[in-house]
């Protein structure tokens, strides 16, 4: 299971002409296992107990270049934190102003995109589609505080 997974990063990073390095292969991993759109200093930190040559700048320009080549999305929703996610099918995100979460909206529809698009001469290779407001778990606590 572990080996697979490693595979598959390798595999994913090839595909989108990126060298597999030790660290890349690492890190594009974390993203295709987790997919709690973590930022840089989230995967520095889980990842550097076991790569102990790993640096955070390393994680900062590994990440960029997922994202330049399209091996991962890079999510900018949230002006603060600047996040990261391993799945890169077409899905909307939501963030919620209150805990800062940014949660995957699967059943909405997604701007789609195959290939690149041509919208008046304009080159279009990447769209995403943010969501803003409060979850459902901060509305409930609220709810919760003002009956108390
Ligand atoms: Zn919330
Ligand atoms: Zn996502």
Same mark, same amino acid.
């Given at each position: 299971?572990?080996?697979?997974? =490693?595979?598959?990063?390798? &595999? =994913? ?6 060298? $597999?390095?030790? /660290? !890349?292969?690492? #890190? ?9 759109? $973590? ?5 520095? !930190?889980?990842?550097?107990?076991? #790569?102990?040559?790993?640096? =955070? ?31 890169? %099918? ?6 919620? =102003? %209150?805990?800062? !979460? ?7 529809? *997604? $701007?789609?995109?195959?290939?690149? !698009?041509? #919208? /008046? ?6 769209? /995403?589609?943010?969501?803003?407001? #409060?979850?459902? &778990?901060?509305? &409930? ?5 003002? *009956?108390?």
């Amino acid at each position: 299971m572990e080996m697979n997974k =490693r595979e598959q990063a390798v &595999e =994913r990073l090839m595909e989108c002409g990126i060298k $597999p390095s030790l /660290q !890349r292969v690492e #890190i594009m991993n974390y993203l295709m296992t987790h997919f709690t759109h $973590p930022t840089v200093d989230e995967v520095y !930190r889980s990842l550097c107990p076991s #790569i102990k040559t790993l640096s =955070r700048t390393t994680v900062y320009n590994t990440l960029r270049l997922f994202s330049e080549h399209h091996a991962a999305l890079m999510i900018t929703i949230d002006d603060h934190h600047v996040c990261y996610d391993g799945d890169t %099918h077409p899905h909307v995100h939501f963030f919620c =102003r %209150h805990c800062g !979460r940014v949660f995957d909206f699967m059943d909405e529809p *997604a $701007p789609m995109l195959t290939g690149q !698009r041509n #919208i /008046q001469g304009n080159i279009i290779d990447e769209m /995403q589609l943010y969501y803003k407001g #409060i979850c459902a &778990e901060c509305m &409930e606590e609220q709810q919760q505080h003002m *009956a108390g």
